[in-house]
């Protein structure tokens, strides 16, 4: 006998009712779903949609955009943004030290 998955924590589960805030949108669906994991990462729920859908809620959107509780914006925000602050490490160019002309093919 298979065993019952477990279904969604109702207690995490958005209510149809409460509002939702854009907190992240883009035309490349990739780095939508780079952020999204982000965010599932911080235990911070939230929801990927087609931009196409809610065209009546955010005029002019294309792509995707994602949504979370509007008590986890401002956390979800500042989770994206510290992602995309480029790193110290960052700044940095790497260089390589060329010690003489490549060996000459066999």
């Given at each position: 006998m298979a065993e019952a998955q477990p279904g969604p924590d109702p207690d995490r589960s958005p209510n149809p009712n409460e509002k939702l805030a854009k907190v992240f949108d883009s035309e490349d669906e990739s780095e939508a779903l780079v952020v999204k994991g982000l965010l599932d990462s911080a235990s911070i729920d939230n929801d990927?949609?087609?931009a196409s859908l809610l065209q009546d809620a955010f005029p002019g959107?294309?792509?995707?955009?994602?949504l979370v509780r509007e008590e986890d914006a401002e956390a979800a925000r500042q989770l994206i943004a510290d992602y995309r602050r480029p790193s110290a490490d960052d700044d940095e160019?790497?260089?390589?030290?060329i010690i003489g002309e490549p060996?000459?093919?066999a």
């Open positions: 990927l949609q087609s959107l294309g792509g995707v955009i994602i160019t790497a260089e390589i030290e060996p000459p093919k």
